[in-house]
């Protein structure tokens, strides 16, 4: 029998639960590179977190720190947003209404990924971790884990699985935290006949954005998906729509 571990924690105010399959999945090793994964992922949340009166993102939005002041890492974030921001056709931006800087729709994603290199110097283990419904996965087995798409609807549900040997699956939409995306176009809250967006690709960091960019598009999201990603969209009726590469991941 294949060996399996799981650990989970609640950081960046939701779960982060780590699983891991195959013959090192209960070593100190395994273990140690996720207690550094949590590690890394709490001070991420201590830098960039907009609810904490001490991050770096609330110094800026009070005014208390300027740019030249920051950290190199909330710099490099800030670039990375840049960079989304004219990937997406400004569908992405992390300046938002009330002249406030939040990289939220980045950082996680970016955060995930970066931290999931401690998972692949341990090269005996398969690794799934899921960030509130963002998934990397790592499977030098070559065997996939199967990432399910939840149900905006029905948090208990599933509306389809993607099998996955490497890569990401991010999803945006309104079910976790309600209307909380707004639309850059017009400074209001997105309003779709969209629930969700998944995306799938080789990037946790992208896969996050574009599912953002692609649910403030509305009925356009599959125009703004990057070569190498595909994704699915899950409308209020429950009806779904994909595309075309979906199907064969």
Known sequence: MVSRR???????GLPISVLARGDGAESLRADAAVREVFAELTEVDRVFSPYKAGSAVSLLARGEMTWDRVDPVVREVAERCAVARQSTDGLFDADVPGGT????????????????????????????????????????????????????????????????????????????????????????????????????????????????????????????????????????DGNLSATAGWGRL
């Open 101 to 236: 800087w939040d990289p939220s729709g980045l950082v996680k994603g970016w955060a995930v990924e970066r931290a999931g290199e401690r998972l692949r110097e341990v090269v005996d283990v398969d690794w799934c971790l899921n960030a509130g419904g963002d998934v990397l996965v790592v499977c030098p087995s070559g065997e996939p884990f199967t990432v399910g798409v939840q149900d905006p609807r029905d948090p208990g549900r599933v509306v389809a699985s993607v099998p996955r040997i490497g890569g990401a699956v991010a999803t945006s939409g309104t079910a976790a935290r309600g209307a909380h995306l707004y639309d850059p176009r017009t400074g209001q809250s997105v309003a779709s006949r969209w629930l969700s967006v998944s995306v799938s690709g080789p990037s946790l960091e992208y896969a996050d954005v574009l599912a953002t960019a692609a649910f403030v598009a509305g009925d356009d999201w599959p125009k703004m998906l990057l070569a190498g990603y595909e994704g699915l969209g899950v409308l209020a």
């Open 6 to 12: 799981s650990w989970v924690e609640q950081i960046m």
